[in-house]
């Protein structure tokens, strides 16, 4: 990142990416003949389960089990590793040509892709813990799945490998390096269809990368034409599909986006940048276009109704902009793809919420760009003013389909804890659409409702509307106060991400939306 050298923002300069650089590939040889580092085997229950003799009735623990002179047995038998979902057993072996062997649990059955990804994630620790450079996967129950599935899962598995290894230490002193560096696929065939699966892993898990990097970045790094300038390198990198334009005050302005500027008015140290990042299919026509739309406040104090307390979270509001790091993340990933007969517009209007003297004050009035006005009754529901103006904005490209992702509120945190996103969209065809394209991707969302009753919560006396309803439903509310500024010939979708974009316990990005994003994408492409 460029230009960040100021002596007020602490001389903090990130050291280099560790993006993994891992080798995936399929192999069609016995899982005893493997001879690397470590043997990571999948399980489910079923697999675990023992004869008369004390012996595993599943045919790949058997082998292995024999191969190892029943130290498998014994050693499962001790640690009570029983195949449940999260359990995992890893022994360093001797007379075989690997030197570790792991088994890892998938529960009762394993059939989603959420499943396999938290595999992957699964044994990427271990990987890292034995500091194996190289590993196998193998699934103790493969002989029961179908053909068809096979590619679909080792992707997923891949997927789960990359995020779970990738650390992003660019911004510590003495960072360590990821040591894994080859993947082997044992016994889920091999071909075409699944180096295109494995492939299509690699690029999505690189889009993984890119969004949490840009989440992990403090404030006093990314700031909104930091932002900028990360998206015109995508741009540039891959400008045989997409381009870019960066709208600073003036052109804000004169696109009339009140609502917004009202946001960006108290942050003059770091002024707002509206990015707008077009993909274009390298050949043939265009069938459907496309409109992606993140929320991007790289750093939320909440303005005059400051976040205080320890509950607010103020030290974490560097992971505001984590719906326009999804989007970006997806175009990385989709540039690399470069699916066929769609048109992408993803646009953020990237800014701080700050507080200046000439900020925004509660009671104020701003101006939509579609002539909507907003009485601002919380300077701290700042990201929906932000979104207005740029669903507006998108809605006018002539896009057929809408989503938009946003940590938009806590109330959806309350509602659905931690681990999952809420949607909401008046669009049947788009929910069934988006939720197929999540359940692939192995990403938790739950659909909300948009109760319009609630409306009457959002009505001012002296303008259109106020931007935050009382406490109760605050997520539908924030949904249906985005519903005004998008056109009603467009299907549209509300993504709230607050909880699923950042784990609480570890303090870092989760890379969120992206695997979703990327895969509706491709299923909208001709």
Same mark, same amino acid.
């Not at 993994?20 to 192999?27: G, R, T």
């Not at 003949?33 to 790949?60: C, M, P, T, Y």
């Not at 960072?175 to 889920?188: A, E, I, N, R, Y």
């Not at 496309?290 to 750093?299: A, D, M, Q, R």
């Given at each position: 990142?460029?230009?960040?050298?100021?002596?007020?923002?602490?001389?903090?300069?990130?050291?280099?990416?560790?993006?993994?650089?891992?080798?995936?590939?399929?192999?069609?040889?016995? #899982?005893?003949?493997?001879?690397?580092?470590?043997?990571?085997?999948?399980?489910?229950?079923?697999?675990?389960?023992?004869?008369?003799?004390?012996?595993?009735?599943?045919? $790949? $623990?058997?082998?292995?089990?024999?191969?190892?002179?029943?130290?498998?047995?014994?050693?499962?038998?001790?640690?009570?590793?029983?195949?449940?979902?999260?359990?995992?057993?890893?022994?360093?072996?001797?007379?075989?040509?690997?030197?570790?062997?792991?088994?890892?649990?998938?529960?009762?059955?394993?059939?989603?892709?959420?499943?396999?990804?938290?595999?992957?994630?699964?044994?990427?620790?271990?990987?890292?813990?034995?500091?194996?450079?190289?590993?196998?996967?193998?699934?103790?129950?493969?002989?029961?799945?179908?053909?068809?599935?096979?590619?679909?899962?080792?992707?997923?598995?891949?997927?789960?490998?990359?995020?779970? *290894?990738?650390?992003?230490?660019?911004?510590?002193?003495?960072?360590?390096?990821?040591?894994?560096?080859?993947?082997?696929?044992?016994?889920?065939?091999? @071909?075409? !269809?699944?180096?295109?699966?494995?492939?299509?892993?690699?690029?999505?898990?690189?889009? *993984?990368?890119?969004?949490?990097?840009?989440?992990?970045?403090?404030?006093?790094?990314?700031?909104?034409?930091?932002?900028?300038?990360? #998206?015109?390198?995508?741009?540039?990198?891959? !400008?045989?599909?997409?381009?870019?334009?960066?709208?600073?005050?003036? =052109?804000? /302005?004169?696109?009339?986006?009140?609502?917004?500027?009202?946001?960006?008015?108290?942050?003059?140290?770091?002024?707002?940048?509206?990015?707008?990042?077009?993909?274009?299919?390298?050949?043939?026509?265009?069938?459907?276009?496309?409109? $992606?739309?993140?929320? &991007?406040?790289?750093?939320?104090?909440? &303005?005059?109704?400051?976040?205080?307390?320890?509950?607010?979270?103020?030290?974490?509001?560097?992971?505001?902009?984590?719906?326009?790091?999804?989007?970006? @993340?997806?175009?990385?990933?989709?540039?690399?793809?470069?699916?066929?007969?769609?048109?992408?517009?993803?646009?953020?209007?990237?800014?701080?919420? +700050?507080?200046?003297?000439?900020? +925004?004050?509660?009671?104020? *009035?701003?101006?939509?760009? !579609?002539?909507?006005?907003?009485?601002?009754?919380?300077?701290?529901?700042?990201?929906?003013?932000?979104?207005?103006?740029?669903?507006?904005?998108?809605?006018?490209?002539?896009?057929?389909? /809408?989503?938009?992702?946003?940590?938009?509120?806590?109330?959806?945190?309350?509602?659905?804890?931690?681990? #999952?996103?809420?949607?909401?969209?008046?669009?049947?065809?788009?929910?069934?659409?988006?939720?197929?394209?999540?359940?692939?991707?192995?990403?938790?969302?739950?659909?909300?409702?948009?109760?319009?009753?609630?409306?009457?919560? +959002?009505?001012?006396?002296?303008?259109?509307?106020?931007?935050?309803?009382? &406490?109760?439903?605050?997520?539908?509310?924030?949904?249906?106060?985005?519903?005004?500024?998008?056109?009603? !010939?467009?299907?549209?979708?509300?993504?709230?991400?607050?909880?699923?974009?950042?784990?609480? =316990?570890?303090?870092?990005?989760?890379?969120?939306? #992206?695997?979703? $994003?990327?895969?509706?994408?491709?299923?909208?492409?001709?």
């Amino acid at each position: 990142m460029a230009d960040i050298a100021r002596v007020t923002l602490g001389l903090t300069r990130p050291g280099p990416s560790n993006a993994p650089k891992i080798n995936f590939a399929a192999k069609d040889i016995d #899982v005893l003949e493997w001879s690397r580092d470590l043997l990571a085997v999948g399980v489910i229950e079923k697999d675990v389960e023992r004869d008369e003799q004390g012996h595993f009735k599943n045919s $790949l $623990l058997h082998r292995l089990n024999e191969a190892l002179g029943g130290l498998l047995g014994e050693a499962s038998s001790e640690e009570e590793f029983s195949g449940k979902s999260a359990q995992s057993i890893v022994l360093r072996v001797s007379g075989l040509r690997f030197k570790r062997v792991g088994l890892f649990g998938l529960g009762q059955s394993a059939s989603r892709a959420v499943a396999f990804v938290g595999l992957g994630e699964a044994i990427a620790a271990a990987a890292q813990a034995s500091r194996a450079a190289s590993l196998a996967l193998a699934l103790a129950f493969s002989e029961d799945l179908s053909d068809g599935s096979k590619p679909d899962i080792a992707s997923a598995i891949a997927l789960g490998i990359v995020k779970g *290894i990738f650390d992003d230490n660019r911004y510590k002193s003495n960072p360590k390096m990821t040591l894994l560096q080859s993947v082997d696929v044992l016994g889920l065939g091999f @071909g075409p !269809n699944m180096e295109k699966k494995l492939k299509y892993a690699e690029y999505v898990s690189s889009g *993984i990368v890119f969004g949490k990097e840009l989440v992990n970045s403090p404030a006093n790094i990314l700031t909104p034409g930091e932002f900028a300038g990360e #998206v015109l390198k995508i741009a540039e990198e891959y !400008n045989d599909v997409l381009s870019a334009k960066i709208f600073k005050e003036d =052109r804000m /302005i004169e696109l009339k986006m009140g609502s917004y500027l009202g946001v960006t008015a108290a942050a003059t140290a770091n002024p707002a940048h509206f990015i707008h990042l077009c993909y274009k299919p390298p050949c043939g026509p265009v069938l459907t276009k496309l409109g $992606l739309v993140g929320k &991007g406040i790289t750093f939320d104090s909440g &303005g005059y109704n400051l976040k205080t307390g320890p509950n607010s979270n103020i030290e974490t509001m560097k992971k505001d902009m984590g719906g326009a790091a999804a989007i970006f @993340g997806a175009a990385k990933a989709i540039a690399e793809l470069k699916p066929l007969g769609v048109e992408i517009h993803f646009v953020v209007a990237a800014c701080e919420n +700050m507080i200046s003297a000439t900020g +925004m004050r509660p009671s104020d *009035i701003v101006t939509a760009s !579609n002539g909507k006005t907003i009485e601002v009754n919380n300077t701290d529901a700042e990201g929906r003013l932000t979104l207005a103006d740029a669903l507006i904005y998108t809605c006018k490209l002539g896009v057929d389909k /809408i989503i938009d992702l946003a940590t938009l509120t806590g109330a959806c945190i309350t509602a659905l804890g931690p681990s #999952v996103a809420g949607a909401f969209t008046p669009n049947e065809e788009l929910a069934t659409e988006v939720f197929a394209a999540a359940e692939r991707s192995g990403e938790k969302i739950w659909r909300l409702p948009m109760e319009e009753s609630y409306w009457e919560f +959002m009505k001012s006396g002296v303008a259109d509307m106020i931007n935050t309803g009382p &406490g109760q439903g605050g997520a539908i509310t924030g949904a249906l106060f985005l519903k005004q500024f998008v056109d009603e !010939n467009v299907q549209w979708m509300h993504l709230d991400m607050s909880g699923p974009i950042w784990d609480a =316990r570890k303090s870092i990005a989760t890379g969120f939306g #992206v695997s979703t $994003l990327v895969e509706w994408v491709m299923k909208n492409s001709s």
